[in-house]
């Protein structure tokens, strides 16, 4: 094949990877999960068997479908040279007026100008991300444009040394994610998501499959210790020798820019009361070690759940937070005297004993596959949302259904059912 030489190959473009949609009014809206559109309708129904989630026509343009999946990560490979490209960018109803690295502006073939606007940057980062879905029928590429400073410097690292390693033939398997962020500033604490590429493989093997040389390298490379100096005097000292040797030992004269000598403190330091914090509402509170209100509504409902399906008694309930008495001076035992009572350390670690309570035997679980379980929630239209909350409570440290085994999904499902059966 003699391909043209000034024109540049790559895969079409199939469908877009998007991380909202826009509200009744217009508004922009975040999404938890994926969005795809595409179209290329049979494309989204295979997606949707994988991802769960239902293809609609997308209202806002004709031809086109959406599907909001239920999960929020994606297998995707990485092609080499057709990956990733940024740009700062200024848009308007007439198109795109800027596109510029920070120094050139290519539309025009001038200088950026952004740093001179009354120090305001007009132009927004725009990384375009494009890969494919190889668990998704068909050849072809799609893409994710992100306007975030995170996405920015976090996607191209990752991109690149992906890129790197397909184009020597060794295909990587990564996870595009959505994951989701917070920061305080000015007492107000902000969310917001960032798309990042995660890998199902260790940093040596990555290095092993794109990167040979550098492996090996890394394999053959063995730390020189560091020889320990030698004793002065032969055979050492004894402690007694050594503390003897120092009280006699006159101080240093004091020169005229030396610092001032540390002064001499009482152990018994006090620091003073709580330090105030900002809440997230922006008003101030004082974090004193006693229970919080949210933990104590946690907890008045998971006893309650936990006695009414004769889980647990409000005996086993003082036993799990540690607490002893004797019976004839407790003759009636009550929740709320023991919740009043709790530090907020000691909330937080009853709250987990007795969500432990709650789940479910696994050998009493029916084990269910991510279409498994995707189908279970189509089938009964139960809000997908819930099924992800009781997800989150359960395994709060799980990346999405997918990462959990079969029998974990099917502790989620049997959860789920008593929960909506009690409400």
């Known amino acids: 094949m003699s391909p043209i030489i000034d024109l540049q190959r790559r895969l079409v473009e199939v469908g877009r990877i998007r991380m909202g949609k826009k509200g009744d009014k217009g508004q922009p809206q975040k999404l938890a999960t994926w969005r795809l559109t595409t179209r290329d309708k049979p494309r989204l129904d295979a997606a949707a068997e994988l991802y769960g989630g ?105 991109a690149s040394m992906l890129e790197q390693a397909t184009a020597r033939g060794q295909l990587i398997p990564a996870r595009l994610c959505i994951d989701q962020r917070s920061q305080v500033k000015d007492g107000q604490t902000k969310r917001f998501a960032v798309p990042v590429i995660d890998l199902d493989i260790t940093a040596r093997q990555a290095l092993g ?23 002065l005097t032969p055979g050492g000292v004894t402690l007694e020798e050594g503390l003897k040797a120092a009280a006699s030992l006159e101080p240093r004269p004091r020169g005229a820019r030396a610092a001032a000598p540390i002064p001499i403190v009482d152990d018994d330091t006090s620091f003073g009361p709580p330090v105030p914090v900002s809440s997230e509402d922006g ?41 002893s008495y004797e019976i004839h001076e ?57 099924v ?6 359960l395994y709060p440290n799980a990346k999405g259904a997918s990462s959990l085994s079969d029998e974990e999904r099917g502790v989620i499902w049997l959860a789920v059912q008593e929960e909506l059966a009690s409400v």
């Not at 499959?209 to 004793?231: M, N, S």
């Not at 919740?339 to 709650?358: P, V």
């Not at 992800?388 to 409570?393: E, F, L, M």
């Open 283 to 323: 008003a101030v509170v004082v974090d004193d070690g006693t229970i919080t209100d949210a933990q104590k509504k946690k907890l008045n409902v998971l006893v309650g759940k936990l006695r009414d399906a004769n889980k647990i008694t409000t005996d086993e309930v003082y036993q799990a937070a540690g607490r």
């Open 54 to 158: 239902t293809v609609v026509p997308w209202a806002e343009r004709d031809g086109e479908y959406e599907l909001i999946c239920e999960t929020d990560e994606l297998a995707i490979l990485v092609l080499p040279g057709q990956a990733l490209s940024q740009w700062y960018e200024l848009w308007s109803g007439g198109g795109c007026q800027r596109r510029c690295d920070s120094e050139r502006e290519i539309i025009t073939d001038s200088a950026c100008i952004c740093d001179s606007e009354d120090g305001e940057r007009k132009c927004k980062p725009t990384t375009r991300l494009s890969v494919m879905l190889p668990d998704i029928p068909g050849l072809g590429t799609w893409r994710l444009e992100t306007h975030g400073y995170y996405a920015a410097i976090e996607l191209s690292a990752t």
């Open 388 to 393: 992800a909350g009781v997800g989150r409570r």
């Open 209 to 231: 499959a794109g990167f040979g040389d550098a492996a090996q390298r890394l394999e053959e490379y063995k730390p020189t210790p560091t020889p320990i100096r030698q004793q």
């Open 330 to 386: 407790v003759p009636d035992l009550h929740w709320s005297t023991l919740r009043e009572t709790l530090t907020k350390d000691e909330a937080s670690d009853l709250i987990t004993k007795l969500e432990m309570f709650e789940m479910p035997a696994v050998d009493t679980v029916e084990p269910l596959t991510v279409r498994q379980l995707n189908s279970r929630i189509r089938r009964t239209e139960i809000d997908p949302t819930v």
